[in-house]
Nanobody
Framework: QLVESGGDSVQAGGSLRLSCAVS????????MAWFRQAPGKEREGVAA???????TYADSVKGRFTISQDSAKNTLYLQMDSLKPEDTAMYYC??????????????????WGQGTQVTVS
C-alpha cells in the first residue's frame, strides 16, 4: 500500500515536500518513482529512485526536485523547490516488486497511491 501526503497550494518559487508511506507488498521493493498528472494530460514520470541509490529526473524538474527515501520509516520523499505554475498536478508515488530498475513507464507499476494535489500559483 502506498499513501501520499504533503500536497498543498503554494506560490511560485515556493517549496513542498511530498511523502509516500510504504507498507505491505510494496515494502519489498526500493525501486520506486514519483509521477504527476495535470488535468487533460497524460501521467508523466517526475523522479525515480533505484535500490542502488541511482536517481533519475525528468528534464522539467532537474535541479529543482529531489527524490529520497528513509528506509527506517519506509517512506519515499519528493522535495520540490523553486516551484512553477506548470508543476501544478496530482502527484502519485508508484512501486512494483517485479521491477529490476525504476522507470518512467506507467505500465511498469502495479502499485499506486491515491495521489496528493500540488497547486502552484
Amino acid at each position: 500500500q502506498l499513501v501520499e501526503s504533503g500536497g498543498d497550494s503554494v506560490q511560485a518559487g515556493g517549496s513542498l515536500r511530498l511523502s509516500c508511506a510504504v507498507s505491505g507488498e510494496t515494502d519489498k521493493t526500493r525501486n520506486m518513482a514519483w509521477f504527476r498528472q495535470a488535468p487533460g494530460k497524460e501521467r508523466e514520470g517526475v523522479a525515480a529512485l533505484n535500490i542502488d541509490g541511482k536517481t533519475t529526473y525528468a528534464d522539467s524538474v532537474k535541479g529543482r526536485f529531489t527524490i529520497s527515501q528513509d528506509s527506517a520509516k519506509n517512506t519515499l520523499y519528493l522535495q520540490m523547490d523553486s516551484l512553477k505554475p506548470e508543476d501544478t498536478a496530482m502527484y502519485y508515488c508508484a512501486a512494483d516488486p517485479r521491477l529490476v530498475t525504476a522507470t518512467f513507464w506507467v505500465a511498469d507499476y502495479g502499485y499506486w497511491g491515491q495521489g496528493t494535489q500540488v497547486t502552484v500559483s
